[in-house]
Structure formats: structure tokens, C-alpha cells
């Protein structure tokens, strides 16, 4: 299975929420942080906020954290609602694509079995599991930002 660009950012954006849960981020930090891009990333912010998996604020103190705890999302939901849109292969697209092995293929089932074992993996994984923090915050148990202060 290959997740989109768009998932696996997506996926990126939120284990790194969850391994600070209390912290509200920036679109810019995170793009910056995993050097993805910032208008890509805000594409991605916008529909997980649809999703309901993260909560946004607008203004000065503005960015977004999770909407729910970690323990309480899923990898599977997420991977599932960012997918929906992308069949497989072909012959999974809603207008049925245009295969010409398709009234007799033997392996759609096949592959209909193997995608539904990849997201019933997924969904036994929360983000708990996969939580993110920075390298610097994991190496010191501090923030960069209080890193930076105690050099000054």
C-alpha cells in the first residue's frame, strides 16, 4: 500500500501534536520542522480540522492542536477519511474505472482483502502510539524555545 503525499503529512503533522499534546502549533512550525510545504501542510491543517481531529485558532496566539486525546484517534480513522478519494487501483474507483479484466479478474478480492487487513492494522493504533516530539525537546526534556533561553 503507498499512502498520498497529502496523508503522509497529515500523519506527520498530528504524531507530532500528540507527543505535545498541551502545545498549540503553527503551520509554519511544523512545515519547517519536517521541511514540508507550508501551503501544502495548510491544505492538510484544513481538512483534518474538517475531520475533527484537530481544533484551530485563529489570531495572534492562532494555530491548531488535537481536538481529541491521542489515545482517542486512530491511525486507521485518519488514513481512512484522507484516502476515501484515492482507489487503489482502478477497478476500486466509484465509476468502477474502465479495466477490461474486471467481469472475470481474480485478484480485485485479493486486493479488496489486503487493503481492508491494512486499515484494520491501522485502526488498532492510536496516535498515542506514534506520538513525535522534537529531537531537541526528546534529547534534553526541554523545548527548543527553553533551550535557546538557557544559551542566552
Known amino acids: ?3 498520498t503525499a497529502f496523508t503522509d503529512y497529515a500523519l506527520r503533522a498530528l504524531m507530532r501534536l500528540a507527543g505535545e499534546p498541551e502545545r498549540t502549533f503553527t503551520t509554519d512550525e511544523i512545515a519547517r520542522e519536517f521541511d514540508i510545504s507550508r501551503n501544502h501542510l495548510t491544505k492538510v491543517v484544513r481538512e483534518l480540522a474538517g475531520g475533527g481531529f484537530i481544533a484551530t485558532q485563529r489570531g495572534a496566539k492562532g494555530g491548531f492542536r488535537l481536538a481529541r486525546p491521542a489515545e ?21 474507483r466509484s465509476d468502477g474505472g474502465g479495466c477490461v479484466l474486471t467481469p472475470r479478474c481474480r485478484l480485485k478480492s485479493k486486493l479488496a482483502l489486503a487493503a481492508r487487513a491494512f486499515i484494520s492494522e491501522l485502526d488498532r493504533r492510536t496516535l498515542a502510539d506514534c506520538a513525535y516530539t522534537s529531537p531537541a525537546r526528546h534529547a534534553t526534556g526541554r523545548s527548543v524555545k527553553s533551550a535557546r533561553k538557557r544559551a542566552t
Open 1 to 3: 500500500m503507498r499512502l
Open 72 to 92: 482517542k484517534i486512530t491511525v486507521g480513522e485518519v488514513v481512512k477519511l484522507l484516502e476515501a478519494r484515492h482507489a487503489i487501483v482502478e477497478c476500486f
